[in-house]
């Protein structure tokens, strides 16, 4: 058992919810089983990188929907939960580096009414269970799927435990228990629903989970690896070897075997330097600033940190 099939397991012991199945099948949603949950450098170099197992964004819509499906009953909001990454393109937030969306990582979020639009399989699903096309779209209308930073939500508490198995691995299976047994849900100061912890413990575990990811995401070596990505994919474009709507089609691997072999120095050279760089040649200047990750989660109905300066914590 991988670390994330036991995630999986303390989620939902009983298996995926029975009308969750049928959605799990549709076309929309197997392209993102071939896009990583770690913006493509799972084919990074591996002086770089080295990630001890495969997580997809399929994986991370799951997992996310049944999170939510822990503190809700409501079909609505659980699809929203698993359709939040239905549009993410090949290679995720490197492609909000080449769009210079450096700080909120949301440029290409556009495009997930069109795609779901597009299932006619999804659509018809849709419309059997009753559900409107608006109440699964905007995955940011719940609190419970999507919230502001500094506070907790579905999409933001499994970020942090995928991120703890695969790229800081600095999460234990006990730790992911603690995480998910102790997560509920609690009104905060604006009244509404939000994911915070039953425990001091769990929650100072979030926080330094949160502190390891902002850590890695902001580290010279991420910041310039996704540069360079980013640099890859825009001169494909440029070139004419791609199109931008194909990082919507394709699945990463399919994606980057088609750019290897194309017949251009200029993305050959990117392309080994993606593959090969050592930490000793990453430039630190000139880097752009990157979003913030951010946490100060609820306790037993209260703020963690309690005082105005959260942003020095």
Known sequence: MTDYQFYLSELAPDGTPAFLEKYLQCPSMRRPKDVGYFCGMDYASPAIYHFPEY????DHSLSTALLAARFTSEPAV???ALFHDIATPCFSHAIDF??????????TETYTERLIR???QLMDYLASDHIRLTDVVDFKQYSIVDNNRPRLCADRLDGLILSGIGWTQDLSRDTIRELVASATIYQNED???????KTVSAGKK?????KALDAACSDPEDVYMMGLLARIARLAITHNHISYDDLYIYGEKTLLERLRATPDPELSALLEEFATITPADIP????????????NPLIAGERLIKTADILSN
């Open 55 to 58: 997580i997809s964004r399929f």
């Open 78 to 80: 659980i699809l929203a």
């Open 284 to 295: 630190t200047d000139h880097l752009p600033k990157i979003k913030s990750r951010k946490l």
């Open 191 to 197: 009244h509404l629903p939000e994911i915070g912890f």
């Open 118 to 120: 597009s299932d006619r």
């Open 206 to 210: 979030a926080l330094l989970a949160a």
């Open 98 to 107: 080449m769009n210079q969306d450096y700080e909120n990582q949301e440029s």
